[in-house]
């Protein structure tokens, strides 16, 4: 047997950290908290259960984006701890999956207090929640800028989906989410003021808790698959088997294992049956054209023919 690894010393450490998002992620997190307090003082202040709903609904955001804040700090700081067999990036993925149940949260939530105010209607403070309503829009729709545009930038270079910064766009949907309520409830609030359609606020929520319903669904999935190692349905499982078969035609893969330990980087374990007198480093060097192929280790084992 015969066994063949990247090189003799290599780094563990594919993807981790992300200075930029990080940053902006640090200053999403201070806006959304203050817009929070804004929005929970006016909702007391005006008697506004819809702007109180909505700062405490901005309150789970602000907790989010701290989850992914704090992501990226712990994936810099244990990059060299030799315990992460193969780097710190899955601790993004927790985040970004932990901030997806937050909005699943958030839609119960939103479900409820809609359901609750279409069975007894309050009255609402309209001028005054309109007006603060649409300074948290604004803040809102500056904050998803800030994220949106490395959001974009992320996985503008590959159309691979693979490649999104999972724990950023945990961070967009949750400032997406809210701007998205905050539309809703203006929407819902103006309807109300001028044509005393009322009801139409606790519509809004409702149609506000399916949207985030489908983000965080969407999300979860994403999430989890890189947890659980759900990666060998992926196009670059199948150009694994095309490049073996390229340089051995008569090789015969019998373990296969390929995940994801980066944004849009895979570590391979191959295992060979081949009697080609091929060495596992020429499968290695074949396989290492691959740029997304950041970990290969490759065995042999020779077919018995004694028999």
């Known amino acids: 047997m015969e066994l063949a690894s990247n090189h003799l010393y ?51 955001h602000a907790l989010a984006l701290g989850l992914s804040v704090g992501a990226y700090v712990l994936a810099r700081r244990y990059a060299q701890d030799g315990r992460f067999a193969f780097g710190t990036w899955k601790i993004e993925v927790l985040a970004g999956y932990t901030s997806a149940l937050f909005l699943v949260a958030v839609a119960l939530l939103m479900f409820y207090q809609s359901m609750q105010r279409l069975i007894e209607p309050i009255v609402i403070h309209y001028n005054e929640a309109i007006i603060v309503a649409a300074i948290g829009l604004g803040v809102n729709l500056i904050t998803a800028w800030l994220l949106g545009d490395d959001h974009h930038h992320d996985h503008g270079h590959h159309h691979d989906h693979h490649d999104h910064d999972l724990n950023l766009r945990s961070a967009y949907l949750h400032v997406l989410a809210d701007a998205a309520t905050s539309v809703l409830a203006i929407i819902a609030l103006i309807a109300g003021m001028l044509w005393g359609a009322s009801w139409l606020d606790p519509v809004m929520g409702i149609v506000g808790g399916v949207l985030v319903s489908v983000w965080a669904v969407g999300l979860l999935r994403d999430t989890g698959r890189v947890l659980l190692d759900a990666h060998m349905d992926d196009p670059v499982v199948e150009e694994v088997r095309e490049v073996i078969n390229e340089v051995d035609p008569e090789a015969h893969i019998t373990d296969l294992h390929v995940w994801r330990v980066g944004k849009g980087k895979y570590s391979v374990i191959l295992s060979l049956q081949s009697n080609n007198g091929l060495s596992p480093n020429d499968f290695r060097k074949a396989l290492s054209i691959h740029e997304e192929l950041v970990h290969i280790t490759v065995e042999i084992n020779q077919f018995n023919t004694s028999l």
């Open 10 to 60: 290599h780094t563990h450490r594919f993807d981790e950290g992300n200075p930029v998002a990080e940053r902006k992620t640090r200053l999403a997190v201070m806006l959304t908290a203050a817009m929070m307090v804004a929005e929970i003082v006016g909702g007391y202040y005006y008697g506004s259960m819809a702007l109180l709903a909505d700062g405490w609904h901005m309150s789970t």
